[in-house]
Structure formats: C-alpha cells, structure tokens
C-alpha cells in the first residue's frame, strides 16, 4: 500500500515564524500536493509537483511557498506564519496523470499560530 | 472547472444500503468521477472513480447515470466504520482535484 507520511500530526507556532511542514511518500510517485482544509471551505490546493525542482500554484499559494529537491519529499514552508494559516494540512501523492489515477494522502498536520 | 452538489448530511441505519447522490451537471466527457471519504482526524480516503460505466469494488458501488450529470456513491451495508464525510469529485486536468463540503453520513446503531 501507498504510505504517505506527514512529518507532525499537531504542531504550534508563533506568528512570524518561519515552518516547515514535510510529506513523505514511499511508491515513487511523480506529483505530489499539499492542500488546505478548513471547516466549510472544503479541501483547497496550495501547492502541487510533477517532478522534482519543479512546481506549480495551486487555488490559494499566498504566504506559502514549497520544495521538492528529491522525489520523495515535498515541503511547504510558512515563510511568517500569520494567525489566519491556522488550519489541517494534509498531504497527497499521485502516480501519473491520469485522470483516473487516485491520490493518496498523509493523515496531516493540524497547525496552530498563536 | 466542473463543480459537484452534495447534500450536507444524510443519516443510515446499521447494515441497511446507504445511496449517496451527487450531481455534476458541468462535467466534461473526460471527467472522471471519483469518490472519497473521511474518517474522523484522519486523510481523505480513495473509495472508488469511474467514467461512464458503473463500478464495484470491495468497498462500494458507483452509478454513474447516462448523461454522467450525476452519480450515486451505494455502500451496500453500512457499518458503524463506514461513518465518515463522503468527497465526490471530479477529475479532469492533471492539477485539478476540487473538493467541495461533501456529505457527513451519519450510521446508527
């Protein structure tokens, strides 16, 4: 089975921080996705990539920003941490691009900013 | 983008059928349909996806009607495990997964 591993299930930050939030993924999947999830507003898509060094905008990129230096392992990054960023994050990795293909997503991370 | 319709919330007994419908009326013909779910403080879940016909796997059964603007998620015997949010989704475009509210199912013992 396809594991996808967030790297914290709670964490809590300040505001301003800096935060780094890491995914792992263990079936070589080539894109991988970080999303959003806040109560009413559904899933949101922040960041997405297909290969790595390589990455795309989602539906809501602002105060975030990512990195994906090898296959395995996408990182979103909180660059100042602000209150309104208070939210699940969840992970996902997908094989190809296919649009049947499933994605697979980590159990996330629930992230206050105090 | 196409966008789905689901109901906020629906309620089942123990080991009856549950239907869950959502409506698609902007799919595209290359849509797939797909279908996820969420367990309490966990991930969103893969339950199934189909294009035009229907579907079964171990989990559950996709009808998918024949103009595809909506789809009916049958889990056949709803357990107490099954209760979760139920995401339907369409999946067009390599980057584009939208989830909307999707449906709280509620089982009752």
């Known amino acids: 089975d396809v594991k996808v591993t967030q790297s914290s299930r709670y964490l809590v930050k300040r505001t301003g921080e800096k935060v780094f939030l890491e995914c792992v993924q263990d079936m070589d999947h080539e894109n991988m996705f970080w999303y959003r999830q806040d109560p009413g507003l559904g899933l949101r898509l922040i960041y997405f990539s297909y290969d790595v060094k390589m990455k795309e905008k989602g539906d809501i990129p602002e105060g975030y920003s990512v990195s994906r230096e090898k296959k395995e392992r996408f990182s979103l990054i909180l660059e100042s941490a602000s209150t309104n960023q208070t939210s699940m994050y969840l992970c996902a990795s997908k094989p190809g691009q296919g649009g049947y293909q499933p994605q697979h997503f980590g159990d996330g991370t629930r992230l206050s900013i105090l | 983008d196409a966008k789905t319709t689901q109901p906020n919330s629906m309620e089942s007994n123990e080991e009856e059928p549950v239907h869950l419908p959502c409506n698609h009326s902007t799919i595209s013909g290359t849509d797939y349909i797909h279908w996820y779910r969420q367990l309490p403080s966990q991930g969103p879940e893969y339950v199934i996806h189909?294009?035009?016909s229907n579907v079964n796997n171990r989990m559950a059964s996709l009808a998918i009607a024949e103009d595809r603007k909506s789809s009916t998620l049958i889990l056949h015997r709803a357990t107490l495990r099954d209760a979760a949010v139920y995401y339907c989704?369409?999946?067009?475009?390599?980057?584009?997964?939208?989830f909307g509210s999707g449906t709280k199912l509620n089982v009752k013992p």
């Open positions: 989704i369409l999946r067009g475009n390599f980057n584009k997964f939208y």
């Open positions: 189909g294009l035009t």
